[in-house]
């Protein structure tokens, strides 16, 4: 049975840091790339990155570039999202998502996703 469960959410301060994680189960990290994508309130959910069977990252949102990282531990099937320099704009639900084999920005290529995890940035 096919799993992803989000955690690390909270709240924070602008400038601040937070890491989520994506507990996988089910499958393998070594036949399937795990995207992490968020949605605010009102707009459509945004890839932003994304972790390829070698380990590889693709960055799909400019807006995170150098602030946000990806990486997994293969050995707890873990992928994380390291979020640094945090902004008011970030606030939203954080969800990460699998797809078979190559990463993807697009929504529609993740067949499997976790419930989400919600980050607010605020002071």
């Known amino acids: 049975q096919v799993q992803l469960v989000e955690s690390g959410g909270g709240l924070v301060q602008p400038g601040g840091s937070l890491r989520l994680s994506c507990a996988a189960s089910?499958?393998?990290?070594?036949?399937?790339?795990i995207g992490w994508f968020r949605q605010a309130p009102g707009k459509e959910r945004e890839a932003l990155l994304c972790?390829?069977?070698?380990?590889?990252?693709?960055n799909y949102a400019d807006s995170v570039k150098d602030r946000f990282t990806i990486s997994r531990d293969k050995g707890n099937n873990t992928v994380y999202l390291q979020m640094n320099n945090l902004k008011q704009e970030d606030t939203a639900v954080y969800y990460c998502?699998?797809?078979?084999?190559?990463?993807?920005?697009?929504?529609?290529?993740?067949?499997?996703w976790g419930q989400g995890t919600q980050v607010t940035v605020s002071s």
């Open positions: 998502a699998r797809t078979y084999y190559y990463c993807s920005g697009y929504v529609q290529r993740f067949e499997y």
């Open positions: 089910g499958f393998s990290l070594d036949d399937n790339a």
């Open positions: 972790i390829s069977i070698y380990g590889g990252n693709k």
